[in-house]
């Protein structure tokens, strides 16, 4: 079945402490996206990626990291320097241009 | 600066009870426009692309509407199973999502 796989679905670290998100799509899309969604509010666009090896900050990359060396792959770090880390992640991925986006099923991140 | 902006934020209904929710928007080179639904702990669920103005899109009892300025997620005779969240997001440079409008549907 074609999709995105996020990993894990939860996640506890402890304060201080770098955590990696995975997120993988064999749909052979050329875009993905990292947002945050906080409770009883909408998507954040944290980064994104239109090419292999290429991405660009969103609204609220600060203390955040990202990668893309493959095409299916785009890992999002959350460094000790984001200040309030605890939040549900969604990547998501598209063709480039105009088409929808397709979502994970969300990271849920704790930091304790 | 790209916006935008989604109401009501939240919406109860009687089963049955035909309502519209808003999208407005300001964004340079609109690409596309995008409804989703999103449920509790869940990632966002594809409903519906727009391209143009005058454009509309059906699915079941939703119905989304474009124009210059906003969109439109019309809801016809909703059922309890209706209930979620509804996001807007437009396409240009990057992919941006409104807050969304919480829709509760009361049998």
């Known amino acids: 079945d074609g999709g995105i796989t996020q990993s894990p679905k939860y996640l506890f670290r402890k304060e201080g402490q770098n955590v990696t998100l995975s997120c993988e799509q064999n749909?052979?899309?050329?875009?993905m996206y990292w947002y945050r969604q906080d409770p009883g509010q909408g998507l954040r666009l944290i980064y994104y990626?239109?090419?292999?090896?290429?991405?660009q900050k969103g609204d609220i990359a600060e203390g955040y990291s990202v990668s893309r060396e493959k095409k299916e792959s785009f890992p999002l770090t959350v460094t000790s320097a984001q200040k309030n880390p605890t939040a549900f992640y969604l990547c998501?991925?598209?063709?480039?241009?105009?088409?929808?986006?397709?979502f994970g099923q969300g990271t849920r991140l704790t930091v304790v | 600066e790209d916006q935008v902006t989604q109401s009501p934020e939240a919406l109860r209904l009687q089963e049955g009870e035909s309502s519209s929710l808003n999208c407005s928007y300001t964004?340079?080179?609109?690409?596309?426009l995008f409804w989703y639904r999103q449920d509790p702990g869940k990632g966002p669920e594809f409903l519906f692309t727009?391209?143009?103005a005058g454009e509309e899109k059906e699915k079941e009892r939703l119905k989304a509407t474009l124009t210059k300025k906003e969109s439109f997620l019309h809801i016809t005779a909703p059922k309890p199973e209706d209930s979620a969240t509804y996001l807007c997001?437009?396409?240009?440079?990057?992919?941006?999502f409104g807050a969304g409008t919480r829709l509760t549907v009361k049998p």
């Open positions: 990626s239109q090419i292999v090896n290429d991405f």
């Open positions: 749909l052979n899309h050329d875009a």
């Open positions: 997001a437009v396409q240009a440079e990057d992919m941006r």
């Open positions: 998501a991925s598209s063709q480039t241009g105009n088409t929808e986006a397709f």
């Open positions: 964004v340079s080179g609109l690409r596309g």
């Open positions: 727009l391209y143009s």
